[in-house]
């Protein structure tokens, strides 16, 4: 679940209190994070050669996308944003799809090089992301959203046993065609982040240097 910043009580009024974190949400959130190791499991049975295993495992990484849509729907639609939401939200989608792209090269479905430059691009942004918090608040991009769809959808057909299905290179070359996408994207919206990043960090210290003048000034 995504969950934006809940907005500041007009002055003179009382912000309402958080939610209580035992919500339905949270849990949805906290089910996604159980269901990484059974999928990684899964995934790695006999060497990813299972094609029973295989279908099983895409079944639970669907299960665990949709949870990661309906989370954060319900949480904004019924007011359950909390904290907790916040900050185990965004660990339980680093899990999945981290562990996705991990175990994909373990059985070597994709190449090590690109799971690397992947799981690289979203550690950086996650620390970059803490970096720059003082000095104000990097929304999500639209460029985020479809990387993350991207690489959502190029692990689940990879994680397809696609030797088992009519046409399979047919298949291989879509799911090659998503991956590609996805790093490309990946790749692009790093550079995105960073650029917002410098330059919400210059505009911050421009303001705060010239409110330091001006309280020098009035000394």
């Given at each position: 679940?995504?969950?934006?910043?809940?907005?500041?009580?007009?002055?003179?009024?009382?912000?309402?209190?958080?939610?209580?974190?035992?919500?339905?949400?949270?849990?949805?959130t906290v089910l996604r994070i159980l269901l990484v190791p059974v999928f990684v499991w899964l995934v790695l049975r006999d060497g990813?050669?299972?094609?029973?295993t295989r279908w099983w495992a895409w079944g639970v990484f669907a299960i665990a996308i949709i949870t990661d849509r309906i989370d954060?729907?319900?949480?904004?639609?019924?007011?359950?944003?909390?904290?907790?939401?916040?900050?185990?939200?965004?660990?339980?989608?680093?899990?999945?799809?981290?562990?996705?792209?991990?175990?994909?090269?373990?059985?070597?479905?994709?190449?090590?090089?690109?799971?690397?430059?992947?799981?690289?691009?979203?550690?950086?942004i996650t620390l970059m992301r803490f970096w720059v918090i003082r000095h104000g608040v990097m929304p999500a991009s639209r460029g985020?959203?479809?990387?993350?769809?991207?690489?959502?959808?190029?692990?689940?057909?990879?994680?397809?046993?696609?030797?088992?299905?009519?046409?399979?290179?047919?298949?291989?070359?879509?799911?090659?065609?998503?991956?590609?996408?996805?790093?490309?994207?990946?790749?692009?919206?790093?550079?995105?982040?960073?650029?917002?990043?410098?330059?919400?960090?210059?505009?911050?210290?421009?303001?705060?240097?010239?409110?330091?003048?001006?309280?020098?000034?009035?000394?």
């Amino acid at each position: 679940m995504t969950s934006q910043p809940q907005s500041q009580a007009p002055v003179g009024q009382t912000q309402a209190p958080e939610p209580s974190p035992w919500n339905l949400p949270n849990a949805l959130t906290v089910l996604r994070i159980l269901l990484v190791p059974v999928f990684v499991w899964l995934v790695l049975r006999d060497g990813g050669d299972d094609t029973v295993t295989r279908w099983w495992a895409w079944g639970v990484f669907a299960i665990a996308i949709i949870t990661d849509r309906i989370d954060g729907d319900l949480a904004r639609a019924k007011g359950l944003v909390t904290t907790f939401g916040k900050v185990a939200d965004p660990i339980a989608d680093k899990a999945l799809t981290g562990a996705g792209f991990i175990t994909l090269s373990m059985i070597g479905e994709i190449p090590w090089w690109i799971a690397v430059v992947i799981i690289a691009r979203e550690l950086g942004i996650t620390l970059m992301r803490f970096w720059v918090i003082r000095h104000g608040v990097m929304p999500a991009s639209r460029g985020g959203k479809v990387k993350t769809f991207l690489q959502a959808l190029a692990i689940g057909l990879f994680v397809i046993p696609l030797s088992s299905l009519p046409v399979e290179w047919l298949w291989r070359g879509l799911a090659w065609a998503i991956l590609l996408a996805a790093l490309v994207v990946t790749i692009a919206t790093a550079v995105d982040y960073v650029m917002k990043a410098m330059t919400l960090r210059s505009t911050s210290d421009r303001a705060r240097m010239k409110q330091e003048r001006k309280a020098a000034r009035g000394r």
